[in-house]
């Protein structure tokens, strides 16, 4: 957690300072629009930090990796399926994503075998985005409703100080 808060700390960003408002990007928005959501610079950097005080920012952090995966070179595939697993699958991972242990083993037995392609992450990736899309979402949702709630009521009640 302290190194996830000193990352986000030293790039100048505090969830309490920054002040950004969601109906720009989510007008009506629906726990199904994360991956649009995502594409949003502003948005994924708030969503990022609500994970990492959540303690669980392994999950963003894997999902963009994956989606870099999947957007690299065939060439480059051995070395970065090794960097994923390292980082997020193995038991000892600093980043250690919650999924089954038989999709562990499935994912180790693969690269082993040497059966490496694009889609060497997706079970895994569906789990942690399923996740984020029905865990992590709503809650962070709710607390930009509450923060915009609170908002309006200090500047409603200014207005009769």
Known sequence: MLACLLHFCASGVWISIVSYRYEKYCKGCTESDLATLLKDKQFAKRFSNFLCLQMCVENIYFYETVEAYRRAAEN??????????????????????????????????????????????????????????????????????????????????????
């Open 76 to 161: 480059e595939l051995p070395i970065l399926s090794r960097v994923i697993y390292d980082r997020y699958i193995a038991s000892d991972a600093p980043f250690a994503i919650n999924i089954s242990s038989s999709m562990q083993q499935h994912i180790k037995q693969a690269m082993a075998a040497g059966t490496i392609g694009y889609n060497l992450f997706d079970e895994a990736y569906e789990e942690v985005y399923t996740l984020m899309k029905y865990h992590s979402l709503p809650l962070f949702l709710k607390k930009e409703n509450d923060h915009e709630t609170s908002d309006q009521m200090s500047d409603s009640t200014s207005d009769f100080a």
